[in-house]
């Protein structure tokens, strides 16, 4: 996806986001929206006047200052609702967002069974796109089973997986992103050249796309915010892209409204192709 350039509001990283954020008013609460991450600080200001709660039955965690996975859940979740107005401005602020905690405090890390619950949470709470900003890394790019199942019944529910490629910096995938039918996410800078930690790979190169990356602002828990870089943080970039464009199909009185998946193919056809000689960038820049 092609960078705007720039170190101001999330909105001001793409080209043309600002004006798709303005035509469809922020998003619209008849899309759903799944954060699997770390718990989220709801009682910061940036959530005020948002659509937003924990899924029932996902795991209780706390979202206390100084928790490494709550600052990385209230991160990615105020890049997709912080309102209008706060110091975080969401690129999705209008949907309706559900958080599914998975990352275990003291590890920083969740299982591929914890993981595909929380998938499958996601699809009984009505969630149209899921924002997954982790994975682990696989050889093969193919997952366990129980996670392959929960990835395949979200291609057959309509629900868009939208995953984190991974900051291990090599040709390497990372589980689910590496799964055919989910959109994984690379990480780029300010002028649009893949960030050093991006991974890259075959399974990457029909399903993925790059998006801005690099100084993400984003809330921290117990009040303030800070700027943090990785493929954690262009992900929501990606999914808030995604649920503005399903925004606009559902909002509309004429023509048949398209489907998360249609999304999807829309945002990897309309990628921005490689515009370098250099083959090794190219490879890391994904689809685009």
Partial sequence: MPANGGSGSNLDLLKGLRELYE???????????????????????????ADLRTALGANSMSAEAGNSMAEHGTHVASILFGQPGTEVEGICPGVRGIIIPVYDAKTGSAPQLEV??????????????????????????????????????????GVLL??????????????????????AVGAIDSAGEPMDFSNWGHGYACNG?????????????????????????????VV??????????RESVSG????????REIMLRGSAPCGSNDTNICQRLLSG
């Fill in 23 to 49: 035509v469809t008013g922020g998003g619209s609460s008849k899309v759903t929206v799944a954060v699997i991450d770390g718990p989220v600080d709801f009682t910061h200001e940036v959530f005020v006047g």
């Fill in 116 to 157: 595909a619950r929380a998938i499958e949470l996601a699809i009984e709470e009505g969630a149209d796109i899921i924002n997954f900003s982790g994975g682990q890394y696989s050889d093969t790019g193919l997952a366990d089973q129980w996670l392959s199942d929960a990835v395949a019944r979200c291609a057959e529910a």
């Fill in 162 to 183: 939208i995953a984190a490629a991974g900051n291990d910096g090599c040709e390497c995938l990372h589980v689910p992103a590496a799964a055919a039918s989910a959109l």
């Fill in 209 to 237: 796309i790059t998006a801005p990356g690099a100084d993400i602002l984003g809330a921290v828990p117990g009040g303030g915010v800070s700027r943090l870089s990785g493929t954690s943080f262009a992900t929501p970039m």
């Fill in 240 to 249: 808030g892209v995604a649920a503005l464009l399903l925004s606009k199909g």
């Fill in 256 to 263: 048949v409204a398209p489907s998360a998946l249609m999304i």
